[in-house]
């Protein structure tokens, strides 16, 4: 079975801290891997896409890693800051098929000043 | 702005009632899927529609059904509520057959949270 699993489910840290946020999925047979940030309520804002031929994306204070062999995912957020605060999921669109996403269930994050 | 608009918002509904939600497509977008978000949990693919016909499904029940309309519209429709059908209920488009990096993106909208009493 096709599953994505987070952890942590949620995170606490002080303002300013460099965190890492993981994924791992269990199929290595992917097709990409897309980290999407949710606040409360809220809809899906994509932050980073990787191809399945890639191993790592960036878009300012994130960086996102993937390695097919191991399943596993990282989202780096360098200085946080309270303005992150929110709950990031990680969805895997595995080969074959149509591009269906299978999400984990979130870490949410609390950035405190 | 994420150019996928979904309405309502809001609705609250009672256990045996039916539902429709809809979603405006970023224009262009030709392939629509739809997820159920339950409270905590990440999104769940529903299904999908390409031109108009559904070509993909998750594990949901027939009682879930959808259109696609050719000015880039969408419903979902849910008949007889059940309780555990509370849920943010996400609309997501993306252009098939363009280029391979943003054919790959998935656009969402905000969602209609569903509540059934």
């Known amino acids: 079975k096709q599953e994505v699993t987070q952890i942590p489910a949620a995170l606490s840290v002080p303002e300013g801290e460099n965190l890492v946020l993981n994924c791992s999925f269990t199929?290595?047979?992917?097709?990409?891997l897309q980290w999407f940030r949710q606040d409360p309520g809220k809809g899906l804002t994509s932050l980073l896409l990787?191809?399945?031929?890639?191993r790592e994306q960036t878009s300012g204070r994130l960086n996102a890693s993937l390695d097919k062999s191991s399943g596993r995912s990282t989202l780096y957020i360098a200085a946080s800051q309270p303005g992150d605060s929110a709950t990031y999921l990680c969805?895997?669109?595995?080969?074959?098929?149509?591009?269906?996403?299978?999400f984990g269930a979130g870490t949410r994050l609390a950035v405190h000043p | 702005e994420t150019g996928v608009t979904q309405s309502p918002t809001h609705l609250i509904k009672t256990r045996g009632q039916q539902v429709t939600l809809r979603c405006s497509s970023q224009?262009?977008?030709?392939?629509v899927s739809w997820y159920q978000q339950a409270l905590g949990q990440g999104p769940q693919f529903i299904f999908q529609?390409?031109?108009?016909?559904?070509?993909g499904r998750g594990n949901f029940p027939p009682r879930f059904s959808g259109l696609q309309f050719p000015n880039y519209s969408s419903e979902l429709n849910v008949n007889a509520l059940e309780l555990d059908d509370s849920a943010l209920y996400l609309c997501?488009?993306?252009?098939?057959?363009?280029?391979?990096?943003?054919?790959?993106?998935?656009?969402f909208g905000a969602g209609s949270r569903l509540t059934v009493l």
């Open positions: 997501a488009s993306r252009l098939n057959g363009g280029n391979p990096a943003g054919a790959n993106v998935l656009t």
């Open positions: 199929d290595s047979a992917i097709y990409n």
């Open positions: 990787i191809q399945s031929s890639q």
């Open positions: 969805a895997v669109r595995f080969s074959g098929g149509y591009n269906k996403l299978i």
């Open positions: 224009s262009g977008h030709n392939t």
């Open positions: 529609y390409y031109r108009e016909e559904e070509n």
